[in-house]
Nanobody
């Protein structure tokens, strides 16, 4: 398995920003398409954003488009999720995921590896 460790979650007021990080302990990180998903209490896990191996192509859920930005630094084996203008409905556990494919994907089943999650809570 590929260990993925997320960090950067926390409690923030509405309108604030956070940046999540996910470090992958693997030599071939640049071969992985990476994604961020989230799961709110009582709801299914849902897609947030995904990025291809080079960082040249990214894809977002409509609910976060224009507010969230996914990026990666292959030299640091790290993928980021910058979240701006956070709203209470963004409250969830955020999961980093990796797939042994260089392309991005919005589909949960396409991902082979998952982190343990980091809690993001946005107060109104």
């Amino acid at each position: 398995q590929v260990p993925l460790v997320e960090s950067g979650g926390g409690l923030v007021p509405a309108g604030d920003s956070l940046r999540l990080s996910c470090v992958a302990s693997v030599r071939t990180f640049s071969r992985y398409g990476m994604g961020w998903f989230r799961q709110a209490p009582g709801k299914d896990r849902e897609f947030v954003a995904s990025i291809n191996w080079s960082g040249g192509t990214s894809y977002y859920a409509d609910s976060v488009k224009g507010r969230f930005t996914i990026s990666r630094d292959n030299a640091k084996n790290t993928v980021y999720l910058k979240m701006n203008s956070l709203q209470p409905e963004d409250t969830a556990v955020y999961y980093c995921a990796g797939r042994f494919s260089e392309d991005y994907s919005a589909r949960l089943p396409d991902y082979n590896y998952w982190g343990q999650g980091t809690q993001v809570t946005v107060s109104s």
